[in-house]
């Protein structure tokens, strides 16, 4: 299953003070289409579960076979979702900060926590203390786990999509620019679940 990420932030914060920390990453950003998608994790203080790390050293099989795992064995996990639209509205830096606000803020009832481990950059307007940490999803098994249900929840969701819209093959490409995705667009031109605002669909739009 591979190497899993460290849980030396997660054990720094306890040492720190902070009593509950959870995790937040997102997946999407780069595609051309559909949501991006973040999740919040709080996992139990002795949480081990082999093999979780950052979801892109993962395949497709290990995401699908850790998903229940963690889900069933973390304290509660939120997902936010911010559609192609509002991207197109906010853009996508600030949809994806909002996605992980929705994540943080759809954590069960009655699961608190004061410190969140966020991927990459300081999300804005985080509603509590934030760590940000550059490639935390391979750091931190609070964001690996995050990582993997954003990543799993996404793709679902693109295969879903791709029954409505066949011709772009969603369910292959999960709506990232691969060559057989940039010819559909070529082809045909956006469908209602592209980002209008991104280069290669504006392109295709003006074209068609």
């Given amino acids: 299953m591979g190497i899993n990420a ?3 932030y997660e054990q720094e914060a306890l040492a720190m003070g902070f009593l509950s920390v959870c995790g937040v990453d997102e997946a999407g950003r780069g595609s051309l289409a559909g949501p991006v998608v973040a999740a919040c994790v709080v996992l139990p203080l002795r949480f081990g579960l082999e093999g979780v790390n950052d979801s892109k050293q993962l395949t497709a099989v290990q995401r699908d076979r850790l998903f229940p795992m963690i889900t069933q064995q973390a304290r ?3 997902i936010g979702m911010v559609d192609n639209t509002e991207i197109d509205r906010i853009n996508i830096l600030n ?3 909002l996605a992980m606000r929705l994540a943080f803020h759809n954590l069960p009832a009655g699961l608190w926590c004061d410190l969140a481990l966020i991927d990459g950059l300081p ?6 203390t934030q760590w940000a940490i550059v490639k ?3 750091k931190s ?8 249900i954003a990543k799993v929840t996404r793709d679902r969701i693109m295969e879903d ?3 409505q ?8 490409n999960k709506g990232y620019p691969a060559s057989s995705h940039l010819q559909a667009l070529a082809r045909r031109g956006p469908c209602p679940v592209h980002r209008l605002t991104y280069k290669p669909v504006l392109v295709a739009s003006t074209k068609c």
């Fill in 6 to 8: 460290a849980r030396q």
């Fill in 76 to 78: 509660g996990y939120g």
């Fill in 95 to 97: 949809a994806t900060h």
């Fill in 123 to 128: 999300a804005r307007e985080f509603p509590i």
């Fill in 136 to 138: 935390g999803d391979s």
């Fill in 141 to 148: 098994q609070s964001i690996a786990a995050a990582s993997i």
């Fill in 161 to 163: 999509l791709h029954s």
């Fill in 165 to 172: 819209y066949p011709d772009y093959n969603f369910a292959q």
